[in-house]
């Protein structure tokens, strides 16, 4: 646009404002064909990394039958919860048909997937919504491994197999409001008393921390001072759960801070395998 030296500065503004605005909303689907609707998935026709060469036909079988059931029941949806900030519970019957939960986990319920098998799952999940897969790997990957890698027998047994079926759902809170990246020097204690243990302290961003039925707590042993691991029921006396409000990413997430106060924890809930910091990396690694 040539530029009239003789106009004053306002009339130049005014020329500009109306070169620039006023124009007709930008149709994206013609202007950004890539853009298309969260609810449509283009076929995946290529396999650049020739992954179909490494999978087993039980492998191919788990992803088809995840992208199948993402693409029907989560992908028309995930907008619109993203929008309220909500998490879509109607759609954990789904996700559990799938048996998928527990992953890689032998034994007490659990699908005992292959190592690619669970991954490429997971992937597939995460394909049509980030937040599903977190909800998933939460629960799966680090509380109910943690379980299987930490716990008891007898805690094996009684956890497992409903967590496994989606029947009951867990979240695994390390994280505090002082100490992320540097979890190891968490401030939560664990204090013993009779026939168990007493938690105090809090947790930040918490993962399905507002609605699980169980709660994979670490704390600072006051005796040893070293990091231990606890099964903490919903509904505990002293425990309660907040929802982080107004995020931008992993709306669906229910991210959370979890407050314990004097929380009585019996010693059949405390996992052995976890005595230092260290071994939360059987889980993490």
């Not at 002082?178 to 009779?194: E, H």
């Amino acid at each position: 646009m040539a530029v009239d030296l003789s106009k004053k500065q306002g009339d130049l503004y005014k020329d500009a404002k109306s070169f620039n605005f006023g124009l007709p909303a930008l149709d994206v689907s013609v202007a950004f064909p890539q853009a298309t609707p969260a609810s449509i998935f283009p076929p995946c026709t290529s396999d650049y990394y020739q992954f179909d060469d490494l999978l087993t036909t039980e492998e191919k079988s788990t992803r088809l039958k995840v992208r199948e059931c993402m693409e029907r029941e989560v992908a028309p949806i995930m907008t619109e919860y993203w929008e309220k900030a909500e998490f879509p519970f109607h759609i954990v019957p789904k996700l559990a048909a799938l048996r998928i939960a527990g992953g890689t986990i032998k034994g007490y319920g659990c699908p005992g997937l292959s190592i690619a098998g669970s991954a490429i799952a997971t992937a597939e999940v995460a394909r049509v919504d980030a937040s599903c897969s977190t909800f998933i790997l939460v629960h799966s990957s680090l509380a109910m491994l943690t379980i299987a890698l930490c716990g008891s027998e007898e805690q094996k047994q009684k956890y497992l197999p409903s967590l496994a079926q989606l029947d009951t759902l867990a979240c695994w809170a390390l994280t505090e409001p002082d100490y992320g990246s540097d979890a190891s020097a968490l401030k939560t204690m664990a204090t013993k008393v009779a026939g168990g243990w007493v938690l105090e302290g809090q947790k930040r961003w918490i993962g399905n921390s507002t609605f699980a039925d169980v709660l994979i707590i670490f704390a600072r042993n006051a005796i040893t001072n070293q990091i231990n691991g606890y099964i903490v029921k919903k509904n505990a006396p002293g425990l309660s759960a907040t929802k982080i409000e107004n995020k931008i990413g992993l709306r669906m997430v229910q991210n959370g801070d979890i407050l314990l106060k004097k929380v009585f924890v019996p010693d059949e809930d405390r996992l052995p395998g976890v005595n230092s910091f260290q071994d939360t990396n059987k889980v993490l690694d």
